[in-house]
């Protein structure tokens, strides 16, 4: 009697974990026409708006050319990275890999995150779209990654290049404390000298500073004519430019930087950013259609206030390139042949013109000089003049 | 005269900190209440008070409305989550308090988003005055102005007023106090109450020099608890002097050695604690 | 009449070993079962399974610095980072073999706590709590400064390891490091067993309960709880070491306030005056963020916030304390209550 119910009892325990088994199978794994994509980056945290922009701008890009390409669907799948966690991006990244069988990943905003998950990406042989992670020497680390931000050396000699032209001979810098600061000192300071300027001091801001104004008294007694510099991002970096306003503008000292004045983060600075000019790669103000859809649905689908900003358009282009990838290969692509594809790719994006370099894997891109000004009650940056098609300048100085 | 401008700069930090810190001096002295989410009440005022100025509020109705409004947020607290905890012990409480500090973290994302919020001073106090040896933020003297009110005002109040005398009987001994007639439950209450209060007061007129953002509640955190912890729990004078020592330490460090300003803070945290372990002015008798 | 059966059985001598009946060893054995079962049964999940396993080590020397010897330390993260760092910089520098690695990291970090522990540990309450928090600052900001050894925000890349006992390469899929985990857990896990259950462990958890009685009978109570902070130290610097290897990065965010912050709720998560506690809570406390991460990598926040409240007010001794009431609960259906809280069964009476 025992052994009969045993039995049975096996048998419906053997059908349930069979059934389970292939449940999850089917539910883990692609479809036959699903591409999964891979999206790491901070979610929750103070980087959050990282996540945040990625989300909304690849949002739009759906909702503009569908949720599929050439009959197959494109499936994002979000994990947070939390921000600057080597181990736990390649938790992730291994998670997305292994269980969840991505067929490409995107994001990465810090530059630890990445490194960490260069050996793993390649072994493993998946395609990466790189949505930051500026750090010039590091693309080179990673055979299957392209990257569609910027790197901090391109975006900080132009401004350079423009001081040396208005005037400014004598410059101080002050830089948050990690290596992101160094990138983009380095790259100003070398450019600045080249052209005969004079750097009188670089300050080392410590990240958790909350309180500029000492440092931003120290740059006042040097008495240069203008104060390069570069913060970390969200409100330490609008701190630091009003200290500047409220200390060193009334001195004369002009202001010269790169991210710190994007339209997203004018509000909170107010009017004292008037007339600040900084170089970077992506003005938002940018009149080319692509860019004007960008803006229009941001608007409609988030609310008025959104505004997008470099996450946004990386983001953006990335979609791009993941969207011809599959739309050529299939959810069977390969990472040689999207690399084969992407390298020297050529299309337009919302910040203009796009390219990925073939030897490297790298964006070429326009860089724009701009201004803030006023529009229509708004504070917003205006481009007054372009650097087209600009290499990474590093990589060129540093032949491998 | 660099220094002088060093030195104000210093205070104006250390008063915030000080505005900021005392609510969380009286909650853990008082009630013995690990409470890791005073930065979270902080950070609620700071948001309320944004939110009306944003919707057409002046300044000072705003802050004033989302002071009472954190009052009763913590009064309500107190009732409900904070109760419980007294008799529980450190961990737990930490726990808790940790726990609900996560829960308005991820509230005011849901509601706001992941953003800085700006909370814009009044006209009134923006610009610069001319001290005479140079031109200084109005602000910023402001807030050392409002930083002494506010300690003349505590002082009276607890020193000088039957209130105050309960308060401290309260908190040097509890179970003698209830027996002479003390409404202790009613005195904590009332207590943790005005302690959220100052702490969203301090946030929203220091949102300048702490910027409000989700995380802001840990972000800071730990800065309170030096604060409370070096000048000795319960007692707010010794908050203030360790809010200005250590505000004007800092400042003056990250002019002089920028890249040091961090160790230097918490080198002199360690020999502070080090030399005085209750504080720099214990409120307690010792037991 | 013999003068023991007049006055009950003799008392079981204290440093024997723990009895184990039968039972309990099968009790015992799950969880390692449990360790092993996850390796053959998931195998996508080695990687999250390494990290669970290096959390419990990690809030299983908290549990010796907390639940054992009283500190309440908020900057536990230090002992754990400077592990990390100390087997990066080792196989970095040095070797990369990895068990001389680990071993260097360990004793890296008891160094660490030892050194620290002398400098803190006459004081106690808040003001020990502040100084392990200004501790743990210090350590942080040091190794953000040594950009050359440590990275700086960039943190350090482990190069490839030597095969473990020169026999298991490290592969990227995680296979070999989650038994290498498993296995010093193991090893760690017998070691605080023992020691717990030694005469220095007993006399440390005495200082807990009460150091005043612990000083008039005249134990050297700041020489115990030194001794009992460097042990959870190196502990701790064991667990960061295993992080450093299992996943070749060691990240600055080793060393933070929420590093400290997360093992603290996982220990009074699974509850703290029982080694089993840890694992409890490194369990519930990785998947669950795992999971609600996963789900909304926006509201995480709210879940465990939640956890952390509902765990509070529900279950005041940690979740293990569910084996507490379902121990109660069939002692008292089985027989009267045993004789002395932790001890099992009375010894039987002898002549």
Known sequence: MRNATNIRGMARWCLASAAGVLLAAAATAASADTVKVGVVGPFSGPFARWGTQFQQAIDVYQKQHGK?????????????????????????????????????????????????????????????????TPTAAIIRKMPYAVRVSHTLPEVAEPI?????????????????????????????????????????????????????SPFFERVLQQKPDALYIFGPGGPPTVAMVNTWASRLKPAGIKLLCTSETMQIDLPQIGKAALGVVSSFHYTETVDNPLNVALKKDLVEMFGPNTVPDLASVAAYDGMELIYRAVAKFGPKLTAEQAMGLWKGMKWESPRGPMEIDPKDGDMIQNVYLRRVEERDGKLVNINIHTFPMVRDPWKQKHPQ | MTHLTILLDGLAYGMVLFIISVGLTVTMGLMRVVNLAHGAFAMIGGYAASVLVASGFPFAAAAALAVIGVALVGAVAELTIYRPLYRKGELPQSLMTFGFTFVVIATLTTLFGTGMRTLPIPAALDGLVDLGFRAYPLYRLFLIAVGLALFGLLWVAVDGTLIGARLRAAVDNPRMSQAVGVNVNLLFTLTFAAGCALAAFGAVVGAQLLPLDPYYALRYLVLFLVVVGVGGLGNFKGSFVAAIVLGIVETSCKYLVPSLAPYIFYSLVLALLLWKPAGLMPARSAR | MTASAVHGAPRARPAAAPMLSPGRVVLHAIPWLLVIAAYVALPDYLTLGTNVLIMILFALSLEIALGYAGIVSLGHAAFYGVGAYAAGICAIHFTNEPLLGLLFATAVAAVFGLITGALILHTQGMTLMMLTLAVAALIAEAANQAHALTGGDDGLQLPALKPLLGLFKFDLWGHTAYLYAGAVLLVWFLLSWRIVRSPFGRSVNGIRQNPRRMRAIGAPVWRRLVAAYGLSAAMAGTAGALSAQATGSVGISSLSLLTSGTVLMVLVLGGMRRLYGAFVGAVVYVVVQDLAAELDPFRWMFVIGGLLMASVLFFENGLMSIVDIVGRARASRKSPPACGPDRGPAPKVTP
């Open chain 1, 68 to 132: 599929s390409v050439n009959g197959h669907t494109i499936e994002i799948v979000y994990r947070d990275s939390g921000g600057p966690d080597p181990v736990r991006s390649k938790q992730i990244t291994q998670q997305l890999i292994t269980r969840d069988r991505v067929n490409i990943l995107g994001g990465y905003v810090f530059t630890p995150n990445v490194v960490a998950v260069g050996d793993l990406v390649t072994e493993a042989k998946i395609p990466l779209v790189m949505f930051n």
């Open chain 1, 160 to 212: 350079a290049t423009w001081a040396l032209q208005n005037g400014v001979k004598r410059v101080v810098t002050a830089v948050s404390d990690y290596t992101p600061g160094f990138d983009s000192e380095a790259a100003f300071i070398a450019k600045f000298k080249e052209g005969g300027g004079e750097v009188l001091e670089s300050i080392r801001i410590p990240l958790a500073t909350t309180d500029f």
